[in-house]
């Protein structure tokens, strides 16, 4: 925004605002003392014909002629000849109405529209001597009325609307042109002021423009007066010296600049592909060159295709690359946005891991809202596989087991100079994928383990499977499955499987634990999980487990 702008914004909305104050003012001021006038003198007039009607009668009573018809008719009309005789103007009309409010009397036609002679009754029977707005004849008329008994009429004394406030109309008029030539010419006289004030400036700024677009730095201000802005342009004179022995090092420096901006963002898309972004941010960032390895406590996730092998023997090479590729796209966009690092790919497995290079509290809620939604991805790439074998391809669909551990595991740099990962190693990721390969036992497309089910209980449905022999501590360990939520009769018997196990280990009632298992089995037809644990509770029951058993399947070994 330029100076000049800034003092018209500065100075005009205060002149325009004075203005404008003094005109409204005055503008109420007349109005209000008008219309004043204009209903006073209504009320006059209504006053008057009140006496004189109130007179008239005053007669008849005297006289004891009330009770003559034609007396009394006669008064009536000298009453409306004299409510004539007040009329000042011929917009003017002064009317009687009865109770029911049709016309009694009038000093000029008038005809009630529709709706009219409605309201007028309301006044009527209200008795109103207020100031009021009504229509009469279908012309909206200001007035004042009064109620006179003896006639049983509402008399309203009244003038048009327009012809009321034709005076107020024009002092509007006239305040409303005074107003626009004296914004006007404040307008010219600030634009003429600003611009004498601004040119020095302009000047200045020409010359500075003129250096940019043509880059000659021989280029002066020529100094016209010797205040502060004279200052100015000797100032930038000798500004523009320095700078002219500085330009030649400053496009040097500039264009290595760029270059070296360039080249770093071409690294840096191409490693992303390679390690996650955090990681190189910490690797240009840190003095040491990159993320010393530490023990961190994470989340880690293992997948797998199942019957990968016989899916790939189908394939030609190429449609077998590009269903990968687009399975593997579909899957680390769910990572990602959960904030996982993909640390490697291992054939057609994934392995991730949530809390390095950044900790986060719902690192273990991420991982399994992640193996959640990874199961639901494979709905969406499942149904591009029917479409393209539905034109001839030969694509089928797949499956998938997730694995998912919590605990402390090493995360770093691991390789060599030649070839490094950022990669988490320890036993936390290698129960991560026995709990991936369990999914194939127990019919389940995502297993977790006892760690994980703590920091996830609050929020996801879990479903105790099993005890594993062999957990992340080398010690027997619960595992479940997990999902977003689960209703109806699948929660029934979630509830009722997770019970039966509690029935099962420790309370070795296997008798009953079968009992609860074979409900489970009628929910949920098929379940591969609660039959298996049937089975083996049937033959707990022969065969009771030794003492000191850890709930783990008898036989069953790491």
Not at 246 to 270: M, P, T
Not at 300 to 315: P, Q
Request: some cysteine; overall charge negative.
């Amino acid at each position: 925004m330029s100076i000049r702008l800034k003092i018209i914004l500065i100075v005009l909305p205060l002149v325009v605002a004075t203005l404008l104050l003094t005109g409204v003012s005055s503008y109420f001021a007349a109005s209000n003392g008008i219309s004043q006038v204009a209903r006073e003198f209504l009320a006059f007039k209504s006053s008057q014909l009140r006496k004189h009607a109130e007179s008239q009668w005053t007669l008849l009573v005297e006289n004891g002629l009330t009770g003559r018809p034609e007396m009394v008719e006669a008064t009536r009309e000298a009453v409306a000849s004299y409510a004539g005789s007040l009329a000042t103007s011929a917009t003017e009309l002064t009317a009687a109405f009865a109770s029911d409010g049709s016309v009694a009397m009038a000093t000029g036609d008038l005809a009630l529209a529709s709706g009219e002679q409605e309201a007028v009754a309301a006044l009527a029977a209200a008795k109103n001597t207020d100031y009021l707005t009504v229509d009469l004849g279908g012309v909206q008329r200001v007035g004042k009325g009064f109620w006179f008994e003896p006639f049983a009429w509402y008399v309203l004394v009244t003038e048009e609307r327009a012809t009321f406030y034709a005076g107020v109309n024009e002092i509007l008029l006239r305040t409303l042109i005074i107003l626009g030539v004296s914004i006007a010419a404040a307008v010219v006289l600030v634009l003429v002021f600003t611009g004498w004030l601004t040119r020095p400036l302009k000047r200045v700024v020409g010359t500075m423009e003129k250096i940019i677009t043509t880059n000659d730095l021989g280029e002066r201000v020529e100094v016209e007066y010797h205040d502060e802005i004279g200052r100015l342009a000797q100032t930038f004179n000798l500004m523009v010296d320095g700078l002219e022995t500085a330009y030649g090092q400053v496009r040097s420096y500039a264009y290595q600049s760029s270059v070296s901006r360039q080249r770093e963002k071409r690294l840096r898309n191409f490693f992303q592909m390679y390690v996650p972004k955090s990681v190189i941010d910490q690797h240009l960032s840190s003095p040491h060159g990159g993320p010393v390895a530490e023990n961190r406590v994470i989340a880690m996730l293992t997948s797998d295709i199942r019957g990968f092998t016989t899916i790939s023997e189908r394939l030609r090479p190429e449609d077998l690359v590009t269903q990968l590729n687009r399975y593997f796209a579909l899957m680390v966009e769910v990572i990602a946005k959960h904030g996982g690092v993909v640390c490697d790919y291992i054939g057609d497995a994934i392995k991730a891991f949530f809390g390095a290079p950044d900790k986060h509290e719902d690192d273990a809620l991420q991982a399994a809202l992640s193996a959640i939604e990874m199961i639901e991805a494979l709905d969406e790439f499942n149904r591009v596989q029917r479409e393209e074998a539905a034109k001839g391809g030969s694509n089928v669909e797949w499956r998938i087991g997730v694995g998912v551990n919590y605990g402390v595991a090493t995360v770093g740099d691991i390789g060599c100079e030649k070839k490094m990962i950022y990669n988490a190693i320890g036993r936390v990721s290698d129960f991560a994928s026995e709990l991936e390969g369990s999914t194939k036992k127990y019919a389940q497309q995502a297993i977790i383990s006892e760690r994980v089910r703590r920091e996830v209980r609050n929020d996801l449905a879990c479903r105790h499977l099993d005890i594993h022999p062999t957990g992340d501590t080398g010690r027997p360990t619960n595992i479940y499955t997990v999902k977003r939520s689960v209703e109806g009769a699948e929660r029934e018997a979630w509830e009722l499987h997770n019970a039966a196990m509690g029935e099962y280990f420790p309370g070795r009632n296997f008798a009953k634990a079968a009992s609860m298992f074979a409900k489970v089995q009628k929910l949920l037809p098929g379940d591969v999980a609660s039959s298996m644990m049937q089975d083996r509770c049937r033959r707990y029951q022969t065969a009771s487990p030794p003492p000191g058993w850890d709930g783990a399947e008898i036989g069953e070994t790491a």
